[in-house]
């Protein structure tokens, strides 16, 4: 991969001759080379900037000097040109992905108010063109931010990490947080480390990890959970023991249409006390949904062998028909470890409301109803 990266500050771009770039680099796997944009300036104070028509504070990148640098740097090659600015589309690890097949990238680093408008709207004769911002934030130019950018690109070429498996499981590879991670000695200043990281069972291990990822998304990155298509007045997070008592009141409110539409059948969700819940909080992976700070929906989804089983999906009776069934259902599918390869839920055979949403999330009967109670399932996808 070849990078060009321009800025008025090249020395602020030092830190890609160190540590892994920068061998890299030696192996011929990257060529990389920062140029100082007043090299394509000709007056006696190397000007690259200028007052903005209209008024206003600051000063503006002149669009010249970009505009002969530009030239040069693209005359062999059809690069994509990164405009690094806090106006831009957000840098996720899905652009990084995208940005890592690329023969060529060149960074135009700004300052000051920005460069001129008109060099970025003429950059489409050049190449590909990206606006990218690395969060809601502003910094003095763009220089960290193209730091930023290669290092997480270039570290997804092939031969560039010494451990290629290192990158599977790091955040934001597959939508989920890293998972917490330990070393030795086992008890350091009173903290252990969890039991069932010494333990020797990977199976146990692995599913513990995924429940941390799982948890600490929802927590921290609600909106990494992909049923965070919810509307922005709602948030979800993985319950906690305090969510009991609000998820004994919601499931009870829920099932008592069900108890209608299924006379005899036997609803656990109306017969379970406060103590109950509490119980199978501990051992399935819950998440809820608040909405004002009330708890407007839930669900749960728990693996055996390999399915993972669905349940107690909850929608407040005022809230329902409006969609958020169906989103609470693919927040807890996604939230399968990788292991899982069916879903599976049951649902009562006069629930014709519910036997409906889960027929459009594509599952399907398996065999007849027994005892009053439907099963269901459907195969994963497995991507990639």
């Not at 460069?115 to 003095?140: K, M, P």
């Not at 513990?208 to 007045?233: C, G, I, K, N, Y």
């Not at 199978?280 to 089983?309: F, I, K, N, P």
Request: proline share 5%; charged share 25%.
């Amino acid at each position: 991969m070849r990078i060009d990266i321009v800025s008025i500050f090249p020395d602020y771009l030092a830190p890609l001759e160190l540590s892994l770039p920068g061998k890299a680099r030696d192996k011929g796997l990257l060529d990389i080379a920062v140029h100082d944009l007043r090299r394509w300036t000709y007056d006696r104070h190397r000007t690259v900037d200028d007052t903005p028509y209209g008024g206003g504070a600051g000063m503006v990148m002149k669009p010249e000097p970009w505009g002969e640098a530009l030239d040069e740097l693209t005359a062999d090659s059809t690069p994509t040109i990164i405009f690094t600015t806090p106006s831009g589309e957000p840098f996720t690890q899905k652009v990084a992905r995208e940005l890592s097949t690329e023969q060529h990238l060149v960074f135009a680093c700004g300052r000051y108010e920005g460069i001129d408008q008109r060099v970025i709207d003429h950059a489409s004769q050049w190449g590909r063109v990206r606006e990218t911002s690395l969060g809601d934030y502003v910094l003095n130019g763009g220089e960290v931010a193209a730091l930023a950018v290669t290092e997480a690109v270039v570290r997804l070429l092939p031969g560039f990490m010494g451990n290629p498996d290192s990158l599977v499981e790091e955040s934001h590879e597959d939508g989920l947080l890293e998972y917490p991670v330990y070393t030795k000695p086992a008890a350091w200043r009173g903290h252990e480390v969890p039991a069932v990281l010494m333990s020797g069972n990977h199976g146990a291990i692995a599913a513990w990890r995924h429940e941390q990822r799982v948890e600490r998304t929802a927590r921290r990155r609600p909106d990494l959970v992909h049923a965070s298509h919810l509307d922005e007045q709602s948030s979800v997070r993985v319950a906690t023991r305090a969510d009991a008592g609000e998820l004994l009141t919601l499931q009870r409110a829920c099932w008592l249409s069900e108890h209608f539409d299924n006379p005899g059948v036997e609803i656990p969700a109306l017969t379970e006390e406060y103590d109950d819940v509490v119980a199978w909080l501990e051992s399935w992976t819950v998440l809820v949904v608040h909405r004002g700070g009330r708890l407007v929906a839930a669900g749960r989804g728990r693996l055996e062998g390999d399915t993972w089983h669905v349940g107690r999906l909850m929608v407040a009776p005022d809230l329902q028909g409006h969609g958020l069934g169906r989103q609470v259902l693919q927040m807890i599918e996604e939230a399968a470890p990788p292991q899982a390869r069916t879903y599976e839920l049951v649902t009562g055979a006069g629930s014709v409301d519910n036997q409906r949403m889960y027929r459009k999330a594509g599952y399907r009967p398996r065999g007849a109803a027994e005892a009053g109670v439907l099963t269901l399932s459907k195969r994963r996808r497995i991507s990639g």
